[in-house]
């Protein structure tokens, strides 16, 4: 092996040692926080606030989460960036859709 | 290991350890430099991508709907059980935890790997009894798939996601018995990866489709 391919592997053994100590840590910190949201939209949507901003803040917040996941238990964070804003384009183009169509029509 | 002629002489020091997981990754990926790694493979991720798409049509769908008979729906939305609803969606998310806890556990070498990975496999199973205990309740309530266009959607949407989870269930079954070995190739936790993110994606079609139909009033 020459000194440039040890000191690749380094380098790359160096960037996946990272990503494995950083994809753990604010895990549970995201767990609680969907956890959390999960709760506040059950209150909200149980009859609790105004109905129209409830309607949009219900919607809004599940997206939130969902891109919560994404980077955070699906790894997109330390993914490909091409990967990462395919799944977030779908995380803003859809609820712009429902939002559009409530607020539009109601 | 079974039998070891050597005596561990030329056995991987780091085999099962998180620096030999590097060591692999590293060596697979053709020691190229790595900007970004794909968790699990990309195909499946063009897979996710397709039901999201599909789940998509789904909400628009379900919304537009709703626009056309406010009434109708929030009538019907006011018979549905939420406490089912909410629940599951906690419990999808501890299942979620759960994977993101067993991939970890694997990664280290650790053997509770799969134990973890049970976990998640229950709370899946949970979700599978709230929801045919809340499908008994509403048809209880003299309710079925014919009832209106809400109820309509109701059952064929959340049906639709019940077969999702219950393939996902299939998948983290896999995993179970994959994170059983006692070492813990590349390949295997490609294996618990991809499951893994179709398990997430299962959650986070659900973290949707829960406030549209039980929560989203006009």
């Not at chain 2, 997981?21 to 990926?29: S, T, Y």
């Not at chain 2, 549905?80 to 070498?109: D, E, K, P, Q």
């Not at chain 2, 309740?137 to 959340?158: E, S």
Request: aromatic share 12%; charged share 15%; hydrophobic share 55%.
């Amino acid at each position: 092996m020459t000194p440039t391919d040890a000191d690749q592997l380094e380098q790359d053994m160096a960037i996946v040692d990272r990503n494995i100590k950083h994809a753990g840590r604010p895990v549970l910190v995201v767990w609680l926080v969907l956890m959390l949201a999960t709760l506040v939209s059950w209150y909200l949507g149980d009859g609790h606030g105004a109905t129209k901003f409830a309607a949009v803040a219900v919607i809004v917040t599940a997206f939130v989460k969902v891109a919560l996941v994404g980077d955070h238990f699906m790894e997109l964070r330390t993914a490909p960036p091409q990967l990462r804003w395919a799944f977030m384009a779908w995380c803003v183009l859809v609820p712009s859709i429902l939002c559009g169509i409530y607020l539009l029509r109601s | 290991m079974t039998q070891d002629p050597f005596g561990g002489m030329f056995q991987d020091p780091f085999q099962g350890t998180a620096r030999g997981e590097a060591i692999r990754v590293a060596a697979e990926r053709d020691r190229k430099p790595m900007r970004g790694r794909i968790p699990g493979e990309i195909g499946i991720w063009i897979f996710l991508f397709g039901d999201m798409i599909a789940f998509g049509l789904i909400f628009i769908t379900f919304v537009s709907a709703r626009m056309d008979d406010p009434v109708m729906f929030e009538q019907s939305r006011q018979t549905l059980h939420l406490t089912f609803g909410a629940i599951n969606t906690l419990l999808l998310l501890c299942g979620s935890l759960f994977v993101v806890r067993g991939i970890r556990a694997m990664r280290t070498g650790s053997p509770n790997a799969w134990k973890i990975f049970a976990l998640c496999w229950l709370t899946g199973l949970w979700f599978v009894v709230n929801k045919f205990i809340e499908y008994a309740m509403v048809i209880d309530d003299g309710h079925n798939i014919g009832t209106n266009l809400f109820y309509g959607y109701y059952f064929i949407f959340t049906a639709a996601h019940l077969l999702h989870l219950v393939l996902a269930m299939i998948g983290m079954a896999v995993v179970v018995r994959i994170a059983k070995r006692p070492v813990h190739t590349a390949k295997d936790l490609r294996w618990a990866e991809v499951f893994g993110a179709y398990w997430h994606l299962v959650d986070l079609l659900w973290v949707v489709l829960f406030p549209l139909i039980y929560l989203m009033r006009v």
